[in-house]
């Protein structure tokens, strides 16, 4: 139908005001919208709450929104809740980035992974915990038994492989379980072989005990060949690793005449070869994830208490101390020497350390000020002690020093094994101002790298490997050699 052309100056002029009270109105009811409606993050997976500790019901899947990275900015303005401190040893665990690697991958009932193969101190045992969970996602995993800790030697250290202890050795199995079921709800958490289902069934079927029925594969060997590369590098074959993976399942089940892996009666169960625990890059999900994950071992409260009665002594214990130029307060700096007797001859030596060490503490304005020494052994950790005072007038304390005067907590202190006692350190060493240690020791790259969380958060970018550190931590070491100066570690680390 043809519109009837306004001729006459009235009707224009009418029409003229008519659409200039429209425009008005719709103006003022877009403002009104914007104002009355909150901004609530929509579609944006960073505004998801830290897990609270009450896990997703077992079974459901995380709404595709959440599935979906968006970036926001940095620094939240003011009316947003600001970012954890993913530096700190109690940060919340952020779940939206694991549970959008679990929502991807293609599960197959049945398949149960035991991530035990681990040894070592702290470092090692975190990590390895952490890359065989990374590749039983990938795999399509519904099942895992509760990680056990292989103990060391209480008389020699440098012995590794000793009795298991239970996952609460060192870290929190209520948080570990609500985590892991908040971000992965399909994964299912055995307490013990003996209670994966079917797996006695199995058992008796084959004439074997549970334990013969896990079979022990190597992860590197599923996905592609690592034709002329060092044993030691990461795996450059972790996407095609799953579909690779599940079709070996298939295949070699078919060959053994085997029914198809299911959760009742014929359950495939998994343990990596030892060794594994620098296997996965851990940038190939992304800097959230990188940033996250490892926020699944949460280390023992009580160990954690313990650390906070440290860090407290240490503090008032610098507020004594005179000031610098640079630091003042109650800062303090964290050193780990690494000399016990299981420290490989190609380290830096005791004398290494100490020297770069006392220098780096100098550069950044600690003399005359206050540090915490973390150390297993007695003898140098005293000898470092009066180096520090000579050349720095440096007071160095260690985390018996600290707790003469808390004899419940220096009672508990000494009930821990030496391992135990490690996690103390490692959490006031996270706490310290500035940080001083070893590449390459585990344990000391994986505190930088902790630490290293703090300024960027989610957005954490990779440590610079040689470099002079991130203005918070700093690392002694050799840095030419990838595979002999152990800096593969750096690529495969989780913080």
């Known amino acids: 139908m043809a519109v009837r052309q306004l001729k006459s100056p009235n009707s224009r002029r009418q029409a003229a005001g008519l659409f200039f009270a429209c425009s008005i109105s719709l103006f003022l009811l877009l403002v009104w919208n914007h104002r009355a409606l909150p901004d609530t993050g929509r579609g944006d997976p960073t505004h998801i709450a830290p897990y609270s500790g009450n896990p997703a019901p077992t079974g459901t899947l995380p709404p595709s929104s959440l599935l979906q990275h968006q970036h926001h900015p940095p620094h ?73 800790i292989r103990a060391r030697s209480s008389t020699d250290k440098a012995e590794l492989f000793r009795e298991y202890q239970a996952f609460g050795y060192m870290f929190s199995e209520a948080h570990f ?18 209670s994966v289902p079917g ?71 998994i343990r990596f070869s030892w060794g594994v625990l620098w296997d996965w890059p851990v940038y190939r999900d992304g800097p959230e994830f990188a940033a996250t994950f490892g926020g699944l071992l949460r280390i023992r409260d009580d160990i954690l208490d313990i ?52 220098r780096e503490a100098a550069s950044q304005g600690y003399q005359g000020r206050a540090a915490y020494l973390a150390s297993g052994n007695e003898t140098e950790t005293r000898k470092f002690g009066k180096e520090a005072m000579a050349v720095l007038e440096l007071v160095v304390k260690s985390k018996y020093d600290l707790l003469e005067d808390h004899p419940e ?18 959490a006031v060493l996270v706490n310290s101002d500035y940080f001083v240690g070893v590449s390459p020791s585990s344990f000391s790259i994986n505190v930088a790298l902790k630490r290293h969380l703090k300024e ?40």
């Open 76 to 148: 939240p303005t003011s009316d947003q809740t600001p970012e954890p401190d993913l530096s700190s040893p109690r940060a919340p665990f952020i779940p939206w980035p694991l549970r959008r690697v679990c929502a991807e991958t293609t599960y197959v009932p049945g398949l149960t992974f035991l991530c035990d193969e681990n040894s070592g101190g702290p470092g090692n045992i975190r990590n390895y915990i952490l890359t065989c969970l990374r590749y039983a996602i990938d795999a399509g995993a519904t099942g895992l038994v509760l990680p056990r």
């Open 177 to 194: 379980r609500a985590a892991l079921g908040d971000a992965c709800p399909r994964i299912a958490i055995y307490d013990s072989l003996d």
């Open 199 to 269: 797996v006695k069934l199995k058992a008796q079927r084959e004439g074997r005990t549970p334990e013969r029925v896990v079979e022990t594969v190597t992860p590197k060997h599923f996905g592609g060949l690592r034709a002329g590369c060092d044993q030691r590098d990461p795996n450059r074959h972790t996407d095609r690793f799953g579909a690779a993976f599940r079709e070996w399942v298939r295949v070699s089940a078919a060959e053994r005449g085997w029914a198809p892996t299911n959760d009742v009666d014929s359950p495939r169960l």
């Open 307 to 358: 650390a906070d009665a440290i860090t407290a002594s240490m503090r008032t214990l610098a507020a004594t101390t005179r000031g610098t130029e640079t630091v003042a307060g109650q800062s303090f700096l964290g050193i780990h020497l690494r000399t016990e007797a299981d420290a490989l001859s190609q380290w830096p030596s005791y004398e290494n350390q100490t020297k770069n060490y006392l």
């Open 409 to 426: 907590e220096l009672e508990k202190l000494k009930a821990l094994s030496w391992d135990q006692q490690a996690l103390v350190d490692f």
């Open 456 to 495: 960027e958060g989610l957005y954490t970018r990779p440590w610079k490997v040689g470099g002079r550190g991130d203005g918070r931590s700093w690392l002694v070491g050799r840095y030419e050699r990838y595979w002999e100066d152990w800096l593969f570690m750096f690529d495969g680390m989780w913080a």
